[in-house]
T-cell receptor
Framework: DGGITQSPKYLFRKEGQNVTLSCEQN?????MYWYRQDPGQGLRLIYY???????QKGDIAEGYSVSREKKESFPLTVTSAQKNPTAFYLC????????????FGSGTRLTVV | AQSVTQPDIHITVSEGASLELRCNYS??????LFWYVQSPGQGLQLLLK??????LVQGIKGFEAEFKRSQSSFNLRKPSVHWSDAAEYFC???????????FGSGTRLQVQP
């Protein structure tokens, strides 16, 4: 079945470490997105990519980085510059921007220890 | 700038009662509107979407929503709530631009037996 796979489901990071969250889709979707979810704040956009080798910053890109070397993959790196990284991270994909709904992965919960 | 407001953070209804979740949006042109549902610790699932045409749209699980341009609203309704509907609900707005979807802060629905 087609879908989006996020891994790992749970991730623990020490202070000062960079960590990478994986997001893979087999839906042949062009666009991919990363959102951060905190209680009471809904989903906030970190980065998005509409085609391979191209991506744009969202509303809260500081302290994060991404790459889009393959259509299927859109990994997110949480760098040590992100001062409050503990959150639930959601990856999504869509056929493109515009009148297309998103398909979401099941999320990665990142905790700083 | 596009934005979404969900005025109700938490709603409790009795099983079998009707439900209406409110969503107000801000968007400079004709919007694309979505409702998603999220179970705890999971990703989001698309309930329904509005692009154009009939302003009353039907979705999965017996949900419907009505687009009211004059009120900038896209409220979600269900005639009779089931205990399995307990979850968090998110409204989202997008459009023909290249921007990703903007989500509201969510409404948590609790269903009493």
């Amino acid at each position: 079945d087609g879908g989006i796979t996020q891994s790992p489901k749970y991730l623990f990071r020490k202070e000062g470490q960079n960590v990478t969250l994986s997001c893979e889709q087999n839906l042949n979707h062009d666009a991919m997105y990363w959102y951060r979810q905190d209680p009471g704040q809904g989903l906030r956009l970190i980065y998005y990519s509409q085609i391979v080798n191209d991506f744009q910053k969202g509303d809260i890109a500081e302290g994060y980085s991404v790459s889009r070397e393959k259509k299927e993959s859109f990994p997110l790196t949480v760098t040590s510059a992100q001062k409050n990284p503990t959150a639930f991270y959601l990856c999504a994909s869509s056929e493109g921007t515009g009148p297309f709904g998103y398909t979401f992965g099941s999320g990665t919960r990142l905790t700083v220890v | 700038a596009q934005s979404v407001t969900q005025p109700d953070i938490h709603i409790t209804v009795s099983e079998g009662a009707s439900l209406e979740l409110r969503c107000n949006y801000s968007y400079g042109a004709t919007p694309y509107l979505f409702w998603y549902v999220q179970s705890p610790g999971q990703g989001l699932q698309l309930l329904l979407k509005y692009f154009s045409g009939d302003t009353l749209v039907q979705g999965i699980k017996g949900f419907e929503a009505e687009f009211k341009r004059s009120q900038s609203s896209f409220n979600l309704r269900k005639p009779s709530v089931h205990w399995s509907d307990a979850a968090e609900y998110f409204c989202a707005v997008g459009g023909t631009g290249r921007r990703a979807l903007t989500f509201g802060s969510g409404t948590r629905l609790q269903v009493q037996p």
